[in-house]
């Protein structure tokens, strides 16, 4: 049985954030411990975040390495070493971050059909990367860095727009569709559920992509959110 798994080989491609890198890379450690070939792909700047991690299990006899790409910043704008959205001090900067995080695609592509994997495990902000498992025949695995309870208030905020047709921002309004009564006013919500933007056409994007994609993982455990865990189910 063991050796049947250690023939499973599964890319795992972290968005370049904190709150969303450190759950994928401790996610990704644990399928290497549970004996799955485990390649995380990421920049310089960032694999140094978890270096000694990743070592340190290469250490215990662990299959699990880290692939580098490299990040544009002469291109986008920005200092060597600025990789992460975490070293953003200004609003330019993390637009420049942003678009050079958009303009890692190609050497990703390149690297799937190099290491021909059995699976792609991708952050929810990589939506292009259902198509990309596509071509290669395999899964791709959506990673949700969040919780249950999280993802689905915003399925049922998106889906019913209870905030819409208030009498005024203040006035509180119960999450539609969760098994608890939760409630809320419009200006607890993020400012896309109010007004549409860029971000809105990119989230209603990447929705779609999790819809296509084999399954989800989440941040999360049954005993935490077993309710939650059946309602997104």
Known sequence: MESQSQELNVIFLPYLTPGHMNPMIDTARLFAKHGVNVTIITTQANALLFKKSIDNDIISGYSIKTQLIKFPSAQVGLPEGIENVKDGTSLEMLGKISHGISLLQEQIEI???????DCIVSDMFYPWTVESAAKLGVPRIYYYSSSYFSSCA????????PHEGLVSDSQKFSIPGIPHNIEITSLQLPDYFRTRSDFSDFLDVIYESESRSYGTLYNNFHELESDYEQLYK
């Open 111 to 117: 690297l799937f059909q190099d290491l021909q994997p």
């Open 154 to 161: 915003v399925h049922f905020i998106r889906k019913y727009k």
